[in-house]
Nanobody, 121 residues
Framework: QVQLVESGGGLVQPGGSLRLSCAAS????????IGWFRQAPGKEREEVSC????????YYADSVKGRFTISRDNAKKTVYLQMNSLRPDDTAVYYC??????????????WGQGTQVTVSS
């Protein structure tokens, strides 16, 4: 079973940047797509980005396209989410999740504990 630990959250001013990390512990990491999700208070959880395990193809929600970049380092079993031009409406708890297969189209199966991102002046 994959265990996931997020890090890198914090408080940042509008227009600033953060890089989130999702460290996994499982030999099957190389064969699983990984998604980043967020949930703001009073809102539903949304998937903001995902990266396939095979061809490294990526998905971005319209709300973050052009500002966020997802990448993965299989040797380190880590997926990153580089977040630039942050806005107050990016404030949320960010979670990573492993998919049950190599494509982002598979269901999310294992979740991390989340990391808080707050964008405020």
């Amino acid at each position: 079973q994959v265990q996931l630990v997020e890090s890198g959250g914090g408080l940042v001013q509008p227009g600033g940047s953060l890089r989130l990390s999702c460290a996994a512990s499982a030999f099957s990491f190389d064969y699983q797509a990984i998604g980043w999700f967020r949930q703001a208070p009073g809102k539903e959880r949304e998937e903001v980005s995902c990266i396939n395990s095979s061809d490294r193809s990526t998905y971005y929600a319209d709300s973050v396209k052009g500002r966020f970049t997802i990448s993965r380092d299989n040797a380190k079993k880590t997926v990153y989410l580089q977040m630039n031009s942050l806005r107050p409406d990016d404030t949320a708890v960010y979670y990573c999740a492993s998919k049950s297969g190599p494509s982002c189209l598979f269901q999310s199966r294992n979740w991390g504990q989340g990391t808080q991102v707050t964008v405020s002046s």
